[in-house]
């Protein structure tokens, strides 16, 4: 069965730092992956979406980045980390197929709290 | 605009108190709808796909239907471990996939 980790689960950083995010999936072949923010009482923003190895789409301007080294493997990163980046960021995955209308299954998350 | 509007925002129910959320959206094309639940400090946890109207799914105490306009997400009975958030996504032709802000379920023994 397929699984996806997220870690580290919670994260304090001070302003101005750099930030790291990583997840993988298991048990599946050349899954989209995607990057969600999810903030009180705004539900889930779409960051990025990647389709396969190298390919990143960018759904909003920001002060984030995203890459995908391996197949199952999707980052989130930062250079100098703001204080509206705090938030509760969720990856997850769905099968990449020809229709495209499949669930996406997400991770546990990742609480951002920046001081 | 492609729009996803759940409601309500919150619901606090007895046990065995029988009840629906709704998912109402206005979509250029629907490919499909998703219901998940989401517990606290935790990833939503995926329930079911809608894929066109009149369709229907069921698991344990829920059932999800569709219209054109709107989806149910209709709970029967309910326990207070089905207490959590509630969301629904539409996603539409261009395979943009927007989600509700969700529904707090509250279940009170």
């Known amino acids: 069965s397929q699984t996806i980790h997220q870690w580290p689960a919670t994260l304090v950083q001070p302003v101005g730092s750099p930030l790291s995010l990583e997840c993988t999936v298991e048990g599946t072949s050349n899954p989209n992956l995607y990057w969600y923010r999810q903030a009180a009482g705004r539900g889930l923003q779409l960051l990025f979406y990647?389709?396969?190895?190298?390919?990143i789409s960018s759904e909003v301007p920001q002060n984030l980045s995203a890459s995908r080294p391996q197949d199952r493997q999707f980052i989130l990163s930062s250079k100098k980390l703001l204080l509206s980046d705090s938030g509760f960021y969720l990856c997850a995955w769905s099968v990449h197929a020809a229709y495209s209308n499949q669930p996406q299954h997400f991770g546990d998350g990742t609480r951002l709290s920046i001081l | 605009e492609d729009q996803v509007t759940q409601s309500p925002e919150a619901l606090r129910l007895q046990e065995g108190e029988s009840s629906s959320l709704n998912c109402s959206y206005t979509v250029s094309g629907l490919r499909g709808l998703f219901w998940y639940r989401q517990d606290p400090g935790k990833g939503p946890e995926f329930l079911f796909t809608?894929?066109?109207a009149g369709e229907e799914k069921e698991k344990e105490r829920l059932k999800a239907t569709l219209t054109k306009k709107e989806s149910f997400l209709h709970i029967t009975a309910p326990k207070p471990e089905d207490s959590a958030t509630y969301l629904c996504a539409v996603q539409a032709r261009d395979d943009k996939i927007i989600f509700g802000k969700g529904t707090r379920l509250h279940i009170l023994p």
């Open positions: 990647s389709v396969g190895i190298g390919q």
């Open positions: 809608l894929y066109s």
